[in-house]
Every structure is written in structure tokens, then in C-alpha cells.
């Protein structure tokens, strides 16, 4: 501080302004600077006393000064006046205003600079944190890949960039792209380019770090890295988009000429992003591949749809245990005879146990009598030897089975019905009757030897031969939720069934077990129906060719 500047103070503020360590000085209510100390001088150094405020001091001061000095000085001030902030070069200071009655306004600066950076690096990180929470809950909140890219791609554009890309894993020599402008929408192509065109990206593919921003030219940039109507890409950023296990892309974002460059906290906080979206794509992608692999095996497991197969008329229905699983211990197949003429075989069991791991078995069990379809009109051998490798398999379950073999003959059909410890078939005849075919068996891949009694029954047309799982005749339900429907309530259910095709039957069957199960717990439930259609032999058509038969 200097004689004059101490010399010109009044007396009122020569303590404690006058040794203060912080920026002080009184003005009047002309602004009139009256008393500048040494701290206000070093931050203005054309501040001195007896200077207007107009031109040494900032607007924002003067406009407070202004603001203060409009309170009359006689009237007590209830509220002091308010503190206001403002910068100084590349520096900012809260000023705080103090009115004396003769008119002045002592003020003092706190430089609040290193305070006004820290609370916006806090409020930079918590609206990264927002963001980073948001692009989380979006990115996991589906397991499409397609749509996590898009995600990818707009969150990245709308908070990151101008522009971003998203590049997956090429497939061969075409790379899945995604782009996006700022409050634009994401659009797909398909290019055939090369990735080492872009510095970084052919390693970004391959998951290796980022090649810094600073390294990478944006004049050098392919066209097929500008989205359409960017303009001049100013500076470009380059990331991996990490999976698990395997890279799950790179994320590519630009900015225009003219724009701030990309810096380095940017391009970490990038990286930071890229893992969050890079995880959800790589879960979307195994989603996806788990989800194709799946469904090519349940092919094999669920139940074929039935049909007419050399005159004889199927029909089947499955249902599992669980609403939403889609297989489990029940299983059914119709073989057609590899001859014509010969009997076709219908299959039909029961695995003990439910769900996925019954399935499993069940398609183990299936490949194994498709495997003995040779030996198809010896049921007791075909059931010998499935037993015998059931037995010679660890963890092996144990099945109960049903077989028929069918042929057409004349208008009549002819089966021969194997029980393997299974539920007896029911014979549905046209006039009205229900009859229980004779035949009985052992487990399979319980005992050392399986025991059978094939039983020879004969369809006339209209007739039905129904095949079941005890999932049905055991279901529990009806009025008080725990009588089985059973066997007798199924004889009654098959009778209002006379006469109707075998697709009805079935659907018949279903509806009741379902209705009397309702909401309940119930096993898996199975149904084949074996039917003789009604038809008319024709013994020649033209009066030469051979007769045929028609529904």
C-alpha cells in the first residue's frame, strides 16, 4: 500500500481495510473510488483514489455498486446487501458490500476461484455419474444388440460429441455400423471398408487400448466416417468398446472445426462409457447366440405336428408342466413306414422328472429308437434294447413308454399296442364304447429284462385309439383343487368324442384336463390320437385304374 492510498482513506475505514490481506476498496456514491489498499491494487491496477469505477473496475462491480448505493444511507438497512460474484481476468471473486451513512460502500473480495473450480468438477462428476447411471439402466434394459448399439451410438452423440459411431466386429469383410448427429437418429449400414483407414480403429476392433486423440488427424479421416451433413470433422476420438472375453466393438466420436478438441478427461471418461455399452452389447451378442442355439435344439425336442401318414389319421398335443417352458419329460413321435404298405410306428413316453433335464432325455431317448426303427415291428426287441442302454447310462431316468404300430388295411386299421409300464391306450369306437386295450409292461431302464404284453386291436372306420401321459389322468383339480381327474372321468370325456376327427379329440382331451387343473400345479401332459377316417373304397375310378381310398 502507498502513502497516497493510505493518506486518502477516511478515518471510518482506515481500520481494519487498511491492512486487510484481501482486495479492499470504498467508493461513493458518485463511484468515486476513495481508498484502494494494496491487495485491490494488484488485482486492478488502474485503481487508485479519487478514480471513477467506470473503466478501472469490472461492469459487474459497478452495476453492484450501483445496486447498494440506491438504499438511502439514514434508513437502517434490515438486510445487508447482497454478495455478489464475478471474474477478473481469468480469475473469480465474491465481492461483499458494507453501506456507511455518509453514502460510502466499503468493499472486500475473497477470491473464490480454486472454490468456483472444485464445485464444478463436483457438479461436472455427479452429472457424469447421472449420465453414466442413465446410459446403464438404457443399455441393460434390453438384451437386443441391434438396440444397444443404437443406444450406444445416440447417448454418445447427445452428451459426448457432435457425432458418434458405433462399429461392431466385422463379418468377413463388411463391419455393422451405426451412426448418429446430435439430436439425430441412429441409422444401420453395412460397409465393405477397412478399418486400418481410421488410426486406431483396426486395434480398437481387436480390443487394444485407444490410441490418444492428439495422435490422430482429422483431415484425414475416410468419408464413410462422416455421417452425412457433419460438416469438417474437427477432431476424432477412438475407443474399444470392451466385451466379455471378446471385443464388442469401437466407438468412434468426431467433432466439428471450430470446436473445442477433445481432452484428455473427455477422452477418459469416453473409455468409462465404452465399458458400460461395450459390456451391454457383448451380453446382447451372447444373448443372441445362446438364443439361436437354443432354439436349433429345441427343434429337436419339442413334438413334431401330426398329420395323415399312408391313410391313418394323427393328431397330438403336448403341454408342459410349466406355462413358460416350452418341453419337459413327455414325448411323442409318428415314424412312417420306410415301405409302403408296412405299418407306420407311433411313439409316445413319459421320462420321469420335469423340465429341461427331462427334456434332455427325452432327446436322447428319441434319437435311440429312431436308431432302431429297423427292428420297428418287434416292440418287445426295440424296447429290450432301449432299456439296455438306459441301464448302461450314468444319471440315467427312467421311462414309461406306449408303442403302435398302424396300417391301413381295406378301410379298417390295424395296430398293435406295446404298454412299457405305461397307461393302457383307450379304444373310442364310432358307435359309443370305450375300450381299454390288453396289454402291460415293465418300466424301462429300471429292471435287467424288460417284460411286455403286445395287445392286436383293429379300428373300423370312424374309431380312435387314444394314447396319454398320466399327466392327465393324474392332474389335480376340480372343485376343491386336489381330486384327480383320472382314468373313469377320462372314459366319460372320450365318449362325447364319438365320432369326431382325431385334431377334435385331442382338443377335446386338452381343454377338459386344463379346465380341471385351472391355475394348479400339474404334471406334463401328452396326448396321440390314432384314427381310422370314415371312407369309401373305390375299387376303380375310371373302371381301370387302381382303387384308392378318399376322406
Known amino acids: ?255 466439428r472445426t471450430g470446436q473445442q478438441a477433445f481432452t484428455e478427461g473427455e477422452e477418459v471418461f469416453a473409455r468409462l462409457f465404452a465399458a458400460r455399452a461395450g459390456a451391454a452389447m457383448s451380453a446382447a451378442r451372447l444373448y443372441a447366440e445362446q438364443a439361436s442355439i437354443t432354439e436349433i435344439l429345441m427343434r429337436e425336442l419339442l413334438p413334431p405336428t401330426l398329420r395323415q401318414v399312408s391313410g391313418v389319421d394323427y393328431a397330438g398335443g403336448y403341454r408342459p408342466s410349466k406355462d413358460h417352458e416350452r418341453v419337459g419329460g413327455d414325448f411323442y413321435d409318428v415314424h412312417p413306414a420306410a415301405v409302403a404298405g408296412d405299418a407306420s410306428l407311433v411313439v409316445l413316453g413319459d421320462v420321469c422328472g420335469k423340465g429341461l433335464q427331462a427334456a434332455v432325455m427325452t432327446g436322447k431317448i428319441r434319437t435311440t429308437m429312431h436308431a432302431l426303427l429297423p427292428m420297428a415291428d418287434d416292440h418287445h426287441r426295440m424296447l429290450s434294447l432301449l432299456n439296455t442302454s438306459l441301464l448302461n447310462t450314468e444319471n440315467a431316468r427312467f421311462v414309461t413308454m406306449v408303442l403302435a404300430s398302424a396300417s391301413r388295411v381295406g378301410n379298417s386299421v390295424e395296430l398293435r399296442l406295446t404298454s412299457a409300464g405305461h397307461p393302457a391306450p383307450f379304444i373310442l369306437r364310432s358307435g359309443g364304447l370305450v375300450e381299454e386295450a390288453p396289454t402291460r409292461g415293465t418300466l424301462v431302464g429300471v429292471l435287467p429284462q424288460v417284460v411286455t404284453e403286445t395287445a392286436e386291436v383293429t379300428l373300423a372306420p370312424g374309431d380312435t385309439c387314444l394314447l396319454y401321459t398320466d399327466g392327465i389322468s393324474e392332474a389335480r383339480g376340480g372343485p376343491m383343487g386336489d381330486t384327480m381327474f383320472g382314468e373313469e372321468r377320462l372314459r366319460r370325456a372320450l365318449l362325447e368324442c364319438a365320432g369326431m376327427p382325431a385334431e377334435a379329440v385331442v382338443e377335446r382331451v386338452q381343454m377338459l384336463a386344463s379346465q380341471w387343473v385351472g391355475t394348479g400345479k400339474h404334471d406334463d401332459m401328452a396326448v396321440v390320437v390314432i384314427a381310422a377316417p370314415r371312407t369309401n373304397h373305390l375299387t376303380a375310378v375310371d373302371g381301370h385304374t387302381r382303387g384308392r381310398f378318399t376322406a
Open 1 to 255: 500500500m502507498n502513502d497516497t492510498q493510505a493518506t486518502s482513506a477516511p478515518s471510518a475505514v482506515a481500520f481494519p481495510w487498511t491492512e486487510a490481506p484481501y482486495p479492499v476498496f470504498v467508493a461513493d456514491s458518485q463511484a468515486t473510488l476513495q481508498f484502494v489498499n494494496e491487495a485491490a491494487g494488484l488485482v486492478f491496477p488502474d485503481a487508485r483514489p479519487g478514480a471513477d469505477m467506470k473503466g478501472v473496475l469490472p461492469g459487474w462491480l459497478i452495476s453492484a455498486h450501483r445496486d447498494v448505493i440506491r438504499v438511502p444511507a439514514q434508513r437502517p438497512v434490515a438486510v445487508p446487501p447482497t454478495t455478489v460474484h464475478g471474474p477478473v481476468d481469468d480469475r473469480t471473486y465474491e465481492a461483499h458490500p458494507t453501506a456507511a451513512e455518509d453514502g460510502t460502500v466499503v468493499w472486500w473480495l475473497v477470491d473464490d476461484t480454486d472454490h468456483r473450480l472444485a464445485r464444478e468438477a463436483l457438479h461436472m462428476e455427479r452429472e457424469r455419474t447421472a449420465f453414466l447411471t442413465q446410459a446403464s439402466n438404457l443399455l441393460l434394459s434390453s438384451l437386443n444388440l441391434e438396440r444397444c448399439m443404437d443406444v450406444t451410438a445416440q447417448m454418445a452423440a447427445e452428451h459426448l460429441a457432435d457425432a458418434a459411431l458405433v462399429i461392431a466386429p466385422s463379418h468377413g469383410r463388411v463391419l455393422p455400423v451405426v451412426a448418429c448427429l446430435r439430436g439425430g437418429t441412429p441409422s444401420t449400414s453395412h460397409l465393405s471398408v477397412d478399418p486400418a483407414q481410421v488410426p486406431g480403429l483396426a486395434e480398437a476392433l481387436q480390443g487394444f487400448p485407444p490410441v490418444p486423440s492428439r495422435w490422430i488427424d482429422p483431415a484425414t479421416a475416410p468419408a464413410w466416417l462422416v455421417p452425412d451433413g457433419f460438416g469438417t470433422v474437427g477432431s476424432i476420438v477412438v475407443t474399444p468398446l470392451p466385451g466379455h472375453g471378446v471385443p464388442a466393438g469401437a466407438l468412434v466420436l468426431l467433432r
